[in-house]
């Protein structure tokens, strides 16, 4: 497990652990890998998302995370309907 900055949500005020992507860019994830999770972390600290056809293979490798703006009650705008 890599040792990430915490940070707290300004939304929601829940916990988030702090990523960064390949290019560069700040991710919020939550703290907790989720089994709907289609982010993989690294042990360096930083996240790359997994392309959906690799998903469920990736799944049976390694615990992936999912963005808490994905998960953010108080991100209500960016919420994309469930399926
Ligand atoms: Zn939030």
Same mark, same amino acid.
């Given at each position: 497990?890599?040792?990430?900055?915490?940070?707290?949500?300004?939304?929601?005020?829940?916990?988030?652990?702090?990523? !960064?992507?390949?290019?560069?860019? $700040?991710?919020? #994830?939550?703290?907790?890998?989720?089994? &709907?999770?289609?982010? /993989?972390? %690294?042990?360096?600290? !930083?996240?790359?998302?997994?392309? $959906?056809?690799? #998903?469920?293979?990736?799944?049976?490798? &390694?615990?992936?995370? /999912?963005? %808490?703006?994905?998960?953010?009650?108080?991100?209500?705008?960016?919420?994309?309907?469930?399926?």
């Amino acid at each position: 497990m890599p040792e990430l900055r915490e940070g707290t949500c300004a939304s929601c005020g829940a916990k988030m652990l702090w990523s !960064t992507t390949k290019s560069g860019r $700040s991710m919020p #994830l939550d703290t907790e890998p989720a089994a &709907t999770g289609n982010i /993989l972390l %690294h042990p360096d600290g !930083t996240c790359e998302v997994v392309p $959906s056809a690799e #998903l469920e293979a990736k799944r049976n490798e &390694t615990p992936l995370y /999912l963005s %808490h703006f994905a998960t953010c009650p108080g991100a209500a705008s960016h919420r994309k309907p469930k399926e």
